[in-house]
């Protein structure tokens, strides 16, 4: 609300007296590459609900935490998403090469659930550390694939518009 009194005025005479083209809602799914992004986007806030629903019963139960630090755990894995999240956003505003941070934030995110998840023959024993690296890797990859989805299928759209 604070912020609707300092921005300015927009109006822009000159793209009113031209004829412009009405952009269909169904033009956007002719986009081939907008698909990487959909589907990026949907599987991250897939795997991010997955995780929220699972990970107290399935991975922190073990551990006879209180409900402040389990809570404490919960919000570590959030709060990384939102203080990488403005990093992600910089990084694409920054360079062109926007699938290149969907594939990275997926590795991250896909490391995340490597190190939570019990994977048959890998003796990887599962500490509290290890878990709270995994949740802060979760939460950097999580938002770097939402965030990068989303520019990613914007700077499609433009292009083909």
């Known amino acids: 609300m604070v912020s609707f009194y300092f921005l300015p ?11 412009s083209e009405e952009v269909k809602i169904w033009k956007i799914f002719t986009i081939g590459g907008i698909y990487v992004s959909f589907i990026t986007f949907i599987f991250s806030t897939m795997s991010n609900g997955f995780l929220s ?15 402040l630090y389990v809570g404490l755990l919960f919000g570590l894995k959030d709060g ?3 203080l990488a ?3 992600w956003g910089y990084v694409c505003d920054r360079y062109w090469r926007v699938k290149i941070f969907i594939l990275v934030s997926s590795c991250l995110a896909l490391m995340s659930f490597f190190l939570l998840g019990p994977f048959p023959g890998i003796p990887l024993h599962r500490t509290l550390s290890v878990v709270i690296l995994a949740l802060i ?13 989303v520019v990613d299928a914007m700077r499609e759209v433009v292009l083909v518009k």
């Open 9 to 19: 005025d927009y109006y822009d005479e000159d793209k009113k007296s031209e004829k």
């Open 53 to 67: 629903i699972t990970l107290e019963p399935q991975v922190l139960r073990k551990y006879g935490l209180s409900p």
């Open 80 to 82: 990384a998403n939102s």
């Open 85 to 87: 999240s403005p990093f």
């Open 137 to 149: 890797l979760n939460g950097i990859g999580i938002g770097g694939q939402q965030v990068a989805g």
